[in-house]
């Protein structure tokens, strides 16, 4: 037997014992969640046509213990957020829906401008709500990995949704965590506020935009939005501000803000005096400065992450007709829209990058051959999708010097 077989065929005999362990391992916890289920509020018919003869998923396994070597620096999340195309789609939703929207506003105290942007940043309006079918992800954490009990109740909650007939069991598809919907709620926000707003007597979040918007003001009303409130704005500071006044949960008095020389940037006064707001600089100093009122805490708790609140807080303000920001980010090579990632896509695939399909999204294989490109180029090996690549990637392949930025 050759050697490189023979190696082939002992590895074969090492992990055929480890697979079969596994699939034990899922069969014999499916037994257990199905004997748990009616307690949880869950018919055996239900779990047995929904979740009996699933086969595990352990890519959802490897997800929850993946940490992204590509950390995103605040200005590529944001400017493939709240690009041009995705403020004119919004404003094309905020007419369209506009009826909803206002019954929205009168009913949980949110805007439509607000609740669009959410709508926006978490499904695409609805058009990416995510492939894989929820109940095989989640009864895979239930089964494997470090947080089987919270995944047993998400999977249990998903369980009674199917059961309540809110939503068919085939359209259950999302994240790899479970979140699903227009509204990528997971199955335990789903149950805590989501909401029927067109009447036909089901919550239905993937199906229904009336009921997506509806729930996700209430989700922002139930995390404490306040209709008198913005979010926050943009600041200018005074030189040499304390450091230990900065953070989003240190909140004080614009009237003190005030005192301490913060002033807004468009230079409308800080009011109301008594409004309390936290000071944030997502990039450090030198980069844009805002105060946030609790409403960005509101936005904050549908996503812990200050960059994805302001993402959305920004593309609220935008939608409102709002100017970019007025300070830049502390870069000399800013971010990229998804029109602009299409094209970097689009050139890698004419040099022969086999990339896959062009959608904007930056993936892995489009940072490799990014990677490749800066190695021929003598340039510094990082992979992202910046200004600077664009404009290398557009000079023609021969000799020609890339263009310098700006
Ligand atoms: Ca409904």
Same mark, same amino acid.
């Given at each position: 037997? =050759? ?6 065929? @002992?590895?074969?005999?090492?992990? #055929?014992? @480890? ?29 047995? &046509?929904?979740? &009996? /003869?699933?086969?595990?998923? +352990? ?33 094309? +939703? ?17 805007? =439509? ?16 709500? *995510? ?20 995944? &047993? ?27 699903? *919907?227009?509204?990528?709620? +997971? ?58 006044? #900065? ?10 803000? @005030? ?5 807004? #940037? ?5 009011? =109301?005096?008594?409004?309390?707001? *936290? ?42 007709? *709002? ?31 086999? #990339? ?8 892995? @294989? ?11 180029? /003598? ?22 010097? =890339?263009?310098?930025?700006?």
């Amino acid at each position: 037997m =050759p050697k490189q077989l023979a190696t082939a065929v @002992a590895l074969l005999v090492l992990l #055929i014992p @480890a697979a079969q362990g596994a699939d034990e391992t899922f069969d014999h916890c499916v037994e257990e969640l199905r004997a748990a289920a009616p307690a949880k509020g869950v018919s055996a018919e239900v779990f047995d &046509r929904n979740i &009996r /003869g699933l086969q595990a998923d +352990m890519s959802v396994v490897a997800s929850l213990d993946y940490q992204p070597e590509f950390k995103t620096p605040i200005w590529d999340y944001l400017s493939g957020l709240v690009d041009d195309e995705r403020i004119a789609d919004g404003q094309a +939703m905020l007419d369209q829906w506009a009826g909803v929207l206002t019954a929205v506003q009168a009913r949980y105290g949110v805007d =439509p401008a607000t609740v669009v942007a959410v709508w926006g940043v978490e499904s695409n309006f609805g058009r990416n709500v *995510g492939k894989r079918p929820i109940l095989t992800s989640l009864t895979t954490l239930s089964c494997f990995g470090r947080r089987q009990d919270y995944f &047993r109740s998400e999977l249990f909650t998903a369980l009674q949704i199917v059961e309540h007939g809110d939503v068919e069991p085939a359209r259950l598809t999302g994240s790899w965590a479970g979140a699903f *919907g227009q509204t990528q709620f +997971m199955p335990s926000t789903f149950a805590r506020v989501a909401v029927d707003f067109d009447g036909d007597g089901r919550r239905d979040l993937v199906s229904s935009a009336p009921d997506a918007l509806a729930s996700t003001a209430n989700f922002l009303a139930d995390a404490g939005w306040s209709p008198d409130l913005p979010w926050g704005f943009e600041v200018a500071l005074p030189t040499g501000i304390d450091d230990s006044l #900065i953070g989003r949960r240190k909140k004080r008095p614009l009237a003190e803000w @005030a005192a301490h020389g913060v002033k807004r #940037i468009d230079g409308q006064p800080l009011e =109301p005096a008594t409004t309390r707001a *936290g000071l944030i600089l997502p990039a450090g100093e030198g980069g844009p400065a805002f105060l946030v009122t609790p409403n960005f805490d509101a936005i904050y708790a549908y996503n812990a992450a200050e960059s994805y609140a302001l993402a959305i807080a920004h593309l609220s303000d935008r939608l409102r007709g *709002g100017k970019p920001f007025v300070t830049r980010w502390p870069t000399d090579d800013p971010g990229l829209s998804r029109a602009e990632r299409r094209e970097v896509q689009s050139l890698l695939l004419q040099r022969g990058y086999a #990339i896959g399909e062009i959608d904007g999204v930056i993936g892995s @294989a489009t940072r490799q051959a990014i990677e490749d490109v800066q190695r021929q180029a /003598g340039l510094e090996v990082d992979g992202r999708a910046g200004r600077r690549m664009l404009e290398l990637l557009r000079a023609p392949a021969t000799k020609a010097a =890339p263009q310098p930025a700006d």
